[in-house]
């Protein structure tokens, strides 16, 4: 297709920008010193984790009667959201539209570009501009990585700005899944995140929960990571370098076994084979990665196993019995998270926390 000459200006300033540094970015992205576009894990210090998953407390605790739930609900009844999630989602869909739901927040959806003007043509550029004319926030999913940040630029260059939220984008970033998962540490380990060894175990390469949870871990003092996976998905170099970069220990691994008895945590994740080019997936031996009943007793007796789910073979279900399976509380986690996190971006959180 042809492109017109101010198009191909607006490309040529869009690639200038995203080859920047995040730490670069992060102004173009809080407004009043505070954070609008939620993007990239990095974008989360210490003191806003510890006061969303405050704010998510007292939600979850005032929501539990009537009367809070109804005033929970008139917080946010003037803003109307977008949820565009054009790449499968179950758990992040539901837990923003209910999180959405909790504050009063009215919404309108997208699951699948074939039902949007994108069929007509339309760019994904226009068509996230058209949803901004309608709405006060769009919460996105996008199998391409950037495109969720590329759509806050364009935003933040126009005259109608909306906050945008990163539901997942290609394999890069998962922002609000590393919010919710290190929300379910600082729960499970009554809000003592420091001094912790977190295992993270699966398809490293292509997981982008991993990803954006590494990042937030460097809030956290004294933490050491240890990456088990098959060869194939090792951890990806611009990681292991942030890593190096924060002084925070690692180690690789393909012997799940060897880390058990040390971790604070297991994050348990699935192969991610819709990004294979070719079924290469297939030809790993993935059975070494799975969590069996038998490893219980290997585990440490404060020791938590999370997944961010949907799972698949990685953990047996007969472990969901055991008291430190955590993820099915970390999937409802999500909710309160991001609720906490819309909370916060609409300067509600005060009215929440006191
Ligand atoms: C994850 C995702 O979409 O990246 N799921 C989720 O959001 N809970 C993990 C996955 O799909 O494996």
């Known amino acids: 297709m042809e492109r017109s000459p101010a198009m191909t200006s607006v490309d040529a300033n869009w690639t200038e920008f995203h080859k920047k540094d995040v730490s670069e970015k992060l102004p173009f992205f809080a407004r009043n010193g505070r954070l609008y576009d939620c993007l990239f894990a990095q974008q989360f210090d210490r003191e806003l984790l510890t006061r969303l998953f405050k704010t998510a407390d007292a939600l979850r605790e005032m929501t539990k009667k009537k009367e809070g739930m109804d005033y929970a609900g008139s917080l946010l009844s003037h803003v109307r959201a977008m949820l565009y ?41 226009d068509t996230v501009r058209t949803f901004s004319s309608y709405v006060d926030l769009i919460i996105m999913r996008h199998p391409a990585p950037g495109f969720v940040e590329k759509t806050a630029w364009l935003m933040n260059r126009t005259n109608r700005p909306v906050p945008i939220i990163n539901g997942g984008s290609g394999k890069d970033q998962h922002p609000t899944q590393a919010l919710l998962d290190a929300y379910t540490l600082y729960r499970s380990f009554n809000g003592e995140m420091d001094n912790k060894k977190i295992a993270m175990v ?69 192969v991610q084979d819709e990004h294979d080019k ?14 069996k009943t038998e490893h219980l007793k290997l585990i440490k007796k404060t020791c938590v196993i999370m997944h961010p789910l949907p799972r698949r073979h990685e953990i047996e279900p007969a472990v969901d019995e055991d008291p430190r399976a955590v993820f099915w509380r970390q999937e409802r ?18 009215k929440i926390n006191g």
Not at 90 to 115: V, W
Not at 229 to 243: G, H, N, Q, T, Y
Not at 278 to 291: M, R, T
Not at 341 to 348: D, R
């Open 202 to 270: 699966g398809d490293l390469k292509r997981g982008r929960t991993v990803r954006s949870l590494t990042y937030l871990m460097k809030n956290y003092r004294n933490i050491s990571l240890a990456f088990v996976s098959p060869e194939e998905f090792r951890m990806e170099a611009d990681i292991l370098e942030f890593l190096k970069r924060h002084g925070i220990p690692f180690t690789e691994t393909g012997d799940l076994r060897s880390v058990m008895g040390g971790a604070d945590a297991v994050y348990m994740t699935r």
């Open 333 to 350: 986690n999500g909710m309160w998270a991001r609720a906490a996190l819309m909370a916060y971006i609409f300067g509600a959180d005060s």
């Open 85 to 125: 999630f054009v790449q499968p989602s179950t758990r992040t869909f539901l837990s923003f539209l209910n999180a959405a739901h909790i504050l009063g927040i009215r919404t309108s959806e997208i699951r699948d570009t074939s039902t949007s003007s994108e069929v007509k043509g339309e760019s994904p550029e």
């Open 278 to 291: 070719a079924g290469e997936s297939g030809a790993v031996d993935y059975s070494p990665f799975y969590f």
